[in-house]
């Protein structure tokens, strides 16, 4: 005889002969303590702005390209999401994960020659790098910028200022080739990297500029305009959020200048003043974590010839900045990198503007300061990129 189980219960143990037939079509949404928050399916990857609400270990399926994604720190709007299959690459992130990059820049005085070389250090390890390859340009005092594949050279000096975008492959022969142009001629403006496209923002050209640029870093394209800086500056640092770029500090005419200006990438509208340095600082280094901006070392206050101290914003409130204290090392016209853990300053120049080797790091857990090896060769005004 059958039986027909059904809206009841039953206690003990129920041969699996006894249970014939095709079960109900529940989706399962009401069963309880299976444990993990269950994965996302999707065509698309996530993004650092998908925010799951199962918080950090929430798992995202792509069922396009079979590669599955957890996320490992969820922050609202800079969420990480790590590629953790045989798959190829992380979801996109303004930190690198393996090296920082010096190109270009000059050896310093007295005659401050420009040059091309390309140096490489390890995120992971204080041992020494040197030249790796070149830039096809040599020229001083420009910006760096990455994507997951290349890393970019925006504009410079090198008599009179270079409007050419270089790039070089991170995994070839590292020797540049051309991407573009800027919109003009430019140097010592500073510059960002968003998902797609880069950006730099104020500088010289030949007098002081507000203008910030647009590139993109898939097309061999010239850069579109995308705004304007509150007051044309020269000689900033620069930070950024995932969604904001940060022009800090820097020279107006020839007074040092302690504001914080802050642009959107995804509109073309004016900067906005949203806080001020600890002092005016101006030929320093930035860098930053997900949820801050640091701006570190230059000359502090105007007319100094280097500085050890590093100030932070929190990207949350936008809030003046606080001073975390002081790097082993005076510098000046250092490069600034970042990785997941650790802002690097690396090379710049001494009291005398000759080039330096040093590399100091700014842990982001708890702002500690500390070196980390050296370059291989003195690298003076060069333009910071990681990967």
Known sequence: MTQKLTNTMFTGTLAASKLTGALGSNDGSALTGLGGSGATISASNPTIST????????????STTGNLYCCTVATAGANVWINVGIGFGNVWELQGTLHGYSAGGSIGAPNYTSVAAIQ????A??????DIGNLSSANINAPGHQDRTYGFVAGGYSIPSLNSIQKFNFSGSFSSSD????SMGKHNHVGYSA?????TSGGMSPGPINVIDKFSFASNTTASDHGDLAVAIQLSQDSQSSSYGYNMGGVIGSTGNDTVQKFAFSSNTTATDVANLTTSRYHGAGFSSTVAGYAGTGRTPAGTTGSTSVDKILFASDSSCSDIGDLANTAQEATGHSSTTNGYIAGGGNTSEVGVTNINTVAFSNDARSTHGNLGTGSYAAAGIHN
């Open 195 to 199: 998902q797609t496209d880069g950006y």
């Open 125 to 130: 390890n204080t041992s020494s790098e040197s």
């Open 51 to 62: 925010n799951p609400s199962g918080g950090v270990g929430t798992l995202w399926s792509n």
């Open 120 to 123: 490489k250090f390890n995120f």
């Open 179 to 182: 991407h573009g142009d800027l």
